[in-house]
């Protein structure tokens, strides 16, 4: 069953934590993305990978850490300077780079912060 | 950058009637438009998605229509049936960009 996994899918930390998602794909794709979406607005690009032990920062990275050992994973840091934690974060996934090629979503993972 | 904005926010059809969404887009390079449907609680999935290379791609009851000149394209639906009830969000891109930019998103609603 090839796909994009993301846990857990709900998350709960207190203020002043710093928290890690959860991204794994099976569909030997050479790029991978975080995404962060709130009500009403669409989706925002935080770091993207398109390769292992490289990644480049999106829109809004500050506050964000990622890292890329494995072509499979992709692991996005929520630390204690993001301002504004709680979101849906989506991770995807492409086969190539340069964003013409298809993206593939995981489920998401709901972060509450409080 | 790319900005790309997408209207209405909200649409609300009877079953069986059409949708339409709109977007425009900035960057006049941009090649690639990919249109997403998120269900409730779940990651976007592409549903169609088109090139610069051609003005309209059909599938089944969804098309897809690119006018490059005056830098908008738009999604349609024919036919719309409750299950088509999602947040559509459209996205553009241009080879060797990064990643793509994503429209804010239309709320469907078919009512039976």
């Known amino acids: 069953d090839g796909g994009i996994t993301q846990s857990p899918k709900y998350l709960f930390r207190k203020e002043g934590q710093n928290v890690t998602l959860s991204c794994e794909q099976n569909l030997n794709h050479d790029a991978m993305y975080w995404y962060r979406q709130d009500p009403g607005q669409g989706l925002r690009l935080i770091y993207y990978s398109q390769i292992v032990n490289d990644f480049q920062k999106g829109d809004i990275a500050e506050g964000y850490s990622v890292s890329r050992e494995k072509k499979e994973s992709f692991p996005l840091t929520v630390t204690s300077a993001q301002k504004n934690p709680t979101a849906f974060y989506l991770c995807?996934?492409?086969?190539?780079?340069?964003?013409?090629?298809?993206?593939?979503f995981g489920p998401g993972t709901r972060l509450t912060v409080t | 950058g790319e900005n790309v904005e997408q209207h209405p926010s909200t649409l609300s059809v009877q079953e069986g009637d059409s949708a339409v969404i709109k977007c425009t887009y900035s960057d006049s390079a941009s090649n690639y438009f990919p249109w997403y449907k998120q269900e409730l609680g779940k990651g976007p999935q592409l549903i169609i998605d088109?090139?610069?290379?051609?003005g309209e791609k059909k599938d089944q009851r969804i098309a897809v229509t690119l006018n490059k000149t005056a830098k908008h394209f738009s999604l349609h639906i024919t036919e719309t049936q409750p299950e088509d009830s999602a947040v559509y969000f459209c996205a553009a891109s241009q080879a060797g960009r990064r990643a793509l930019t994503f429209g804010s998103g239309t709320r469907l609603q078919v009512q039976p």
């Open positions: 088109i090139r610069s290379n051609v």
């Open positions: 995807a996934s492409s086969l190539g780079t340069g964003g013409t090629y298809e993206q593939y």
